[in-house]
Structures are given as C-alpha cells and as structure tokens.
C-alpha cells in the first residue's frame, strides 16, 4: 500500500500516525515544506522518501510531489494529512489522481461551510443554532428579532474555532461588526450558552466507530486569547450515552468513512426556545480530522491505548486490531502563560503533589503561546472532581499577577 501523507512534520506528534502506518507495512511518503535535515528522526525512519516543495499551498507544486510519487511507486492508495488547513487540497488531489479511500472534490464543501452542516445535523435529529447569511444590516436585524434577540454570535461560514468571531451583545456590535468584517461569507447565530463536549471516533469505512471519546473544553477559546486566561481541558473516562447517540448518528447524517473524526457540541447551560432546554446537546460543528493540540496524546492516556495505531488498524485492514482496555480514567491539560504571569506553584511543587500523575510537561513553541500557554502539565485524574483540583493547583496564579 502506498499511502502520502502530507505535512507529516505539522503538528510534530503526527510523526506517530506515520511510524505506526510504517509498522503495518505501509509504504509512507511524505510531503512538506521543511527541509529534509529538519524533520525528527522518528519522522525519518518512518518514511519510505519524502519531496520538499517550497510552499505547500501552492497546488502545483504539491500536485508535482504526487505525480512524482506516483511514477515512482505506482498507484497511490491513500493521501491524508489529518490537518484542517490541507482538507480541501487533499480532497482535490485525490479527485485528480483517482485516490477513492476519502473524500473527493465535490464532496468536501459539505464538511467545510457551517451553514452546509446545518442539514446533515437536523437529518440524524441534532438540533443547531438557526443562522442567517449576512447580507445587510437590516436582513441581519430582522433575523435577530425574530430569534430570541441578542445576544448573536457572528462567525465565518468557513473556518476553524474562534478566528475572527464576534460576539453581537447590541445594535452597536452589529454596527461595528458589519463595519470591520473581512470581506469572506459570514454566518450570524443564535448564540448558545453551553459548555463544548466533542465526540471524537476513528471510523471504519462502513461508517462504523472503531474508537470513540470525549473531551470537555472551555466555552471560548477567544476569551482565552483576548482576555489572556490559562486553557484547561480534559478528556473523559466514558462517553455519555446521549453524546454517543448523538455522535453515531452524525456520523451517519455526513456519511463519514475510514476517518479519524471530532465533532463539536454544546451541552446547553442555559435554556433556548426552540432550541433546547439545560443540559441538552446542541450540534456546533463537525471538524473531519483529529482533534488538536495534546489531545491524541490524553486519549491514549485516559483509555489506556494507542489511537495512533487503531488509526492506522483502520486504514490498513479496516477494523480495530488493539483490545478494548478496561483502565479507563481521565486526562487533563493545564497551560500556564508563564511569560505574562506568575503563579502561585512552582514547577516543584507541582512535581511533589502530583509527580506520579503527571505523564506530560511541555514548554510549547511560541506560535500556541496565546491558546495553549508557554508551558503545560497534563496528568491522570480518577474523577472529574480530581480534574478541576489539579487545574486550579497548576493555573492559581499569585495575586499581583
């Protein structure tokens, strides 16, 4: 089998889908715009040859390496990044080298715009927030009235996270929004208060979970940056059975096939009419990749596994080859920013209260500073109390701070 994968190098763990595809038998051949000297040696010895293009948004060249690799190697079986960013490059290479393992060029669109997910949600019976394409002002504002009023939530129709969203509290904000808006299609929402749960499975290609989790996350990451708070997440022990009834039957809605997956929800705190009511689900957004960031790494941990090799299980004989674990726990992640702030626990005393739990600690590269934090302490806990204690061990920060 002869697998591209492209940008292997981005994020750095992602060497690991590479290494364990190559213990399958794998023939893996990288692309990215790293230099070849640059990459980890784990990424190295996982490759079978790796071509270097300039810019890897630049399709010509990319396509170029898959041409290359082609000739080289013979028919390509399978092209993925598992990165948000390369999602519709890779759907295009794939249409143009007859690569049928994923998704094709006109499909993609469907797992790309907000709007678009809208009706695969309401068909598996997930509820969403109601939106309106901006337009005008006035269309916007009678949108608004007839919804419930503010506050609204404008964000892109195509994007990831919190990128360029705003939270509409006022006509003012809305006057203020449609002044400064990039000129890119926007959505205007319902705005949803709720904490996110995400419901993350590898998938066979029968549309059949293989894997499945949750994470807990903050509601906004945008306060995080803005407001310059620390970003604490966790991964749980199980699923809820509502939030994998839910996640199966999205899986279902989008036809999803032979894919490492994380699909967003809110779980709702705070009443909605014609919504839902507290404690219900609310589909967000369906994100066709991993989750980011450590979270691969606090699946493994919390169940006891290894996603990275059921992932390449999947692409390699399409079914789970890893037994189930019975060591099933939590996995939280605390990040500090340590170059604005000063905190009330040094790194020793974090060590001596929870140095047999703590199984990762990071200092991140700059670039995830604003979200991630500059270091990090991820840890085992037994229950979701122990999970809040040691984030706010770790994230207490001292007073003149």
């Not at 763990?13 to 023939?27: A, H, K």
């Not at 739990?357 to 122990?386: C, D, K, L």
């Amino acid at each position: 089998m002869n697998f591209i994968f492209v940008s292997p190098q981005f994020p750095q763990t992602y060497w690991l889908f590479c290494d364990r595809l190559r213990r399958n038998g794998v023939n893996v051949l990288g692309i990215g715009d790293s230099s070849y000297d640059s990459l980890d040696w784990n990424l190295k010895n996982a490759l079978t040859e790796y071509y270097k293009v300039d810019d890897l948004g630049n399709y010509d060249q990319v396509y170029r390496a898959v041409a290359y690799f082609a000739y080289r190697y013979g028919k390509i079986d399978w092209l993925e990044s598992n990165n948000e960013y390369w999602l519709v490059q890779d759907a295009q290479l794939r249409t143009d080298f007859h690569i049928t393992t994923g998704v094709q060029a006109d499909e993609i669109s469907e797992w790309k715009h907000k709007s678009s997910m809208k009706p695969h949600y309401a068909a598996a019976g997930i509820p969403t927030a109601r939106c309106h394409h901006v337009s005008t002002i006035r269309s916007a504002k009678n949108f608004i009235t007839r919804n419930g009023g503010y506050p609204m939530i404008a964000k892109p129709d195509v994007g990831v996270g919190a990128a360029n969203t705003w939270k509409l509290e006022n006509e003012d904000d809305l006057k203020e929004f449609f002044r400064i808006k990039p000129d890119v299609p926007y959505l205007i929402e319902e705005f949803v208060e709720g904490n996110i749960f995400s419901y993350d499975a590898i998938v066979d290609s029968h549309c059949e979970p293989l894997y499945e989790s949750m994470t807990s996350w903050p509601p906004s990451i945008a306060d995080i940056v803005n407001k310059d708070l620390d970003l604490g997440y966790f991964t749980g022990a199980a699923v809820p059975d509502e939030l994998k009834k839910l996640g199966r039957a999205a899986l279902k809605s989008f036809n999803v096939r032979s894919r490492f997956v994380h699909l967003e929800f809110f779980k709702m705190t705070k009443a909605r009419e014609g919504l839902g009511e507290v404690g219900d689900y609310v589909g967000l957004e369906v994100n066709m990749r991993p989750a980011g960031g450590s979270t691969p790494d606090m699946m493994n941990y919390a169940h006891s596994t290894d996603v990275f090799q059921i992932w390449a299980d999947m692409v390699t004989y399409d079914k789970r080859l890893l037994p189930e674990s019975e060591d099933h726990h939590w996995c939280v992640y605390a990040g500090r920013k340590e170059y604005l702030f000063e905190y009330e626990h040094s790194h020793e005393e974090i060590m001596a209260k929870y140095g047999d739990r703590i199984v990762m600690y990071e200092r991140r590269p700059e670039v995830t500073w604003a979200t991630m934090g500059s270091v990090s302490y991820t840890a085992h806990a037994y229950s979701e109390e122990e999970v809040y204690e040691f984030m706010q061990f770790v994230q207490a920060r001292k007073e003149n701070a």
